[in-house]
């Protein structure tokens, strides 16, 4: 390594980062010993603790996300570690990018077990009418853009049934509907990186087989989903965003449709050039574990948010992390606007206006956070994350005697 990665050293015992330690800008990679992980807080079946050697790594959510850790690492053993600073990442992928993608890998694979951590437990099924049964979504998702008028979108959605099922038990149907429509049984091909979408067209579909991850270079994209033969809108992405990435890593549907929002302007990079695009494009990874560590951190949070028993508590958590994720500086007798309303704030929260009176009670107790007009303020933003602290280390407390029965 380079005079860029400094080499640290760690005696037996001690904290090398800190759960809810703020402004880290370094990760580490063991070079020599064992370094135990600690999670006060697990999610989404994540253990309390795990062992990591050489050639393992961690830090990497704080250090990139530029947000609070979120779990600790202690040295089991004497320790040496490569310490990389987040503003070197790039030089670190150009002479050793199989850690990249060792960190791409690891980080996609916990999005995806954060991803399906709420959801019920799934039939055994074979992988192949496994398949064949999201396959068979693209033509119940046409049918629904059909009855919406949304010609073009309907007629990706047949299209794509058919190339991925050609005899499958709605192909007959899929090229009636393409016929009415006066449209091609085929998708037209694309062999270009440099992507142009006009308004309301598909990029992909919820359950589609994926293998590109795109980057917004201009205009807009809406992420959706649907959620009871309805279009729910998940998310909007800008210029700079990346989206897509894990069909990257593993062979899942995707989980969301990708639509264009006028003219959209896409980069598309597939499994074949992605490792080889991290030596002649190291940035590009790095705004990618960047943008990983920021998701992972945000369903992190959310994840154990929802865990907080009391609601109290539950929403002073959720007020400082809104904070948090916005990186706005906690001192005493700051304020903040959120710039959010009741409901606004109780849909965060997984809750619905029915729940109103649970925040308004919170805010006849809690002098510090109120309402300015229709939306929350908080007036010290010291003396909430006192109390979010305060709460944290009293689970802490009750876990570590748990455990210790």
């Known amino acids: 390594m380079s005079s860029l990665f400094n080499i640290a050293q760690f005696p037996t015992g001690s904290y090398i980062i800190l759960e809810g330690e703020k402004k880290a800008t370094n990760f580490y ?112 998702m046409g049918e629904y853009y059909f009855g919406e008028g949304h010609t073009e979108s309907a007629a990706y959605c047949y299209q794509s049934y058919l ?118 494009q190291p940035q590009l990874m790095s705004r990618i574990i960047t943008l990983l560590s920021e998701r992972i951190w945000n369903a992190y949070k959310l994840l154990a948010n929802a865990m907080i028993s009391d609601m109290n508590d539950r929403i002073a958590d959720m007020l400082l992390t809104l904070v948090e994720k916005n990186r706005v500086k906690i001192k005493p007798r700051e304020t903040y606007n959120y710039n959010l309303t009741i409901e606004d704030f109780l849909k965060m929260l997984g809750l619905g206006i029915r729940d109103y009176p649970v925040m308004k009670k919170y805010l006849a107790m809690t002098k510090y956070v109120k309402l300015n007009g229709d939306v929350l303020v908080c007036t010290d933003l010291g003396l909430l994350e006192k109390t979010v602290l305060l709460h944290r280390d009293s689970q802490k407390a009750g876990k570590s005697g748990e455990h210790s029965k």
């Open 29 to 140: 990679i063991i070079k020599e010993g064992k370094v135990r992980l600690k999670r006060d807080r697990p999610v989404a079946n994540e253990k309390f603790s795990e062992t990591l050697g050489p050639g393992d790594f961690f830090g990497v959510i704080g250090a990139m996300s530029r947000y609070p850790q979120i779990e600790s690492a202690v040295a089991m053993t004497n320790v040496s570690l490569i310490s990389v600073s987040n503003n070197h990442f790039g030089e670190l992928i150009q002479k050793n990018a199989p850690i990249a993608m060792k960190i791409i890998r690891y980080f996609i694979i916990k999005l995806r077990q954060f991803g399906h951590s709420t959801k019920a437990p799934q039939r055994i099924i074979t992988a192949e009418a496994a398949q064949e049964e999201d396959i068979e979504r693209l033509f119940e």
């Open 163 to 280: 190339k991925y099922l050609p005899k499958g038990p709605l192909s007959s149907k899929s090229r009636e509907r393409l016929m009415s429509l006066d449209k091609p049984f085929e998708l037209p091909m694309v062999d270009s990186s440099n992507r142009i979408y006009n308004n309301g067209e598909i990029v992909f579909l919820e359950s589609e087989p994926g293998s590109e991850l795109f980057i917004v270079q201009g205009g807009r994209v809406k992420i959706v989903k649907m959620v009871g033969g309805q279009e729910v809108l998940l998310n909007i992405m800008k210029v700079g965003d990346i989206f897509g990435e894990m069909a990257l890593i593993d062979d899942q549907p995707r989980s969301a449709s990708a639509i264009a929002i006028d003219q959209v302007d896409l980069l598309a990079i597939s499994k074949k050039n992605f490792e080889s695009m991290s030596k002649t």
